[in-house]
């Protein structure tokens, strides 16, 4: 593998030893890891010899700086990964439309290949209502992984409803108090997605409502609701005060490490129970369950959103758009998708997947799994969240925590800011 640095970025280039005259294929993206996108250009390359995949992996923050500028300067760019929210809109003019270019050189038609609900979430995203994105798969929040093992030592099920899951900070008390029940980052960002869970399970679709203006609000009872639930469990000692000052990373490792008996992340964290996963990554752990958020909310039903992610564009650029479109269909409905399914990042979008074997170690990782994955494709809201707003209702929350502002307070103000025209509504 040859390796050169591309600013900041690291470009790998993985060249094909069986082609005389090959042609490269310029690829963008934030996302799989490294690893996982060359063992992906590895299995492309193999089934096309002569195409060298340039591939430009950048960090998260910096994709979304980097890529719309390139995009607009016309920089030598075949394939680029487009984030799944207000950036399709923001660079469709810069982009071709897929379903043209599938019907010239796929191997069928983008609609046959892709799940509808997928692409009809594609077209939403522009306003011309034309397929710009192709989306490896699904993904949603929030969710609960499990330490089996601990469940098992401690004779305990996986929590379903609120009374369970006090129950169950009791028994992990009784069965280690130096155990924390439930890890996740207290960030703003992912207080609002745990509330919204919640808002779902009382209200389906309550999400669509507001963030589609159709009629929901912020400042509602259903929306009260929710909001009394989260702030109530921290009054309670469901989650714990220390959750607040925890980072997305020190709380993944809380749960990998065995410190904590359940971890609360959104569905990207599936990999978690597949066996191969956690070998690759070195996760000590050895049976990970996972089921839906408790239901939080009196008379509710697990509910989560969900919407596409990590989707593959071809620039209006393209050197070789008939080769970009032949990556594109490898990578997500092709047999590139075996090479990144086992991640379980997101639930494929290529219609009639299967996962292959050997993923699960357990029967209970396999219900788990398929659990969560029937939520995730039959979900109550679109996960099509609007980031900065995410931050000022978690700040919101986190302001309630920790003193006596009433939720009336805190949810009249979130609907005034909402309405105010500073942030990125749908309309």
Known sequence: MKKHMLGTVAAIMLASPLAAQDTTLEVWTWFPSEDVMTKIIDAFEAENPGIDVNLNLFESS??????????ASGDAMDVVAVQTSTMVELVRADLMPLPALFDAYGSAPLADLLTE???????????????????MGILGSAVVYYNGDMLDEMGIEMPTNRAEM????????????????????????????????????????????????????????????????????YADGIFAADTLDLDYGRAAELFQQGQAVAYIQGTWENGMMSAPFRAANSIPLENVVGSPLPVMVEGGAPA???????????????QNPELSVQFIEFMTAGGGVASWADT???????????LPDGIFNSDAAQASYDSIADLLVNPTSDRNNVSDFSAAVGDAIITAILTDASTQDQITQLQSEWESGRYSNAN
């Open 62 to 71: 910096a994709y979304q700086d980097r890529m719309p500028l390139a995009l």
């Open 117 to 135: 609900t997928a692409l009809a979430q594609a077209a939403a995203l522009a306003s011309d209502d034309e397929v710009y994105i192709a989306p």
């Open 166 to 233: 006090m129950a169950f900070v009791e028994a992990v008390a009784a069965y280690n108090p130096d155990l924390l029940p439930y890890s996740f980052t207290g960030a703003n960002w992912f207080l609002d997605e745990i509330t919204l869970t919640i808002a779902e399970q009382g209200t389906p679709g309550f999400f669509n409502s507001v963030r589609y203006n159709q009629g929901g609000s912020w400042d509602s009872p259903e929306y009260a609701m929710a909001f009394d639930a989260i702030t109530s469990a």
């Open 304 to 318: 989560i959103r969900s919407y596409i992610d990590v989707a593959l564009a071809v620039p209006a650029q393209a």
């Open 344 to 354: 379980l990042f997101v639930v494929p979008s290529a219609k009639d997947f299967t």
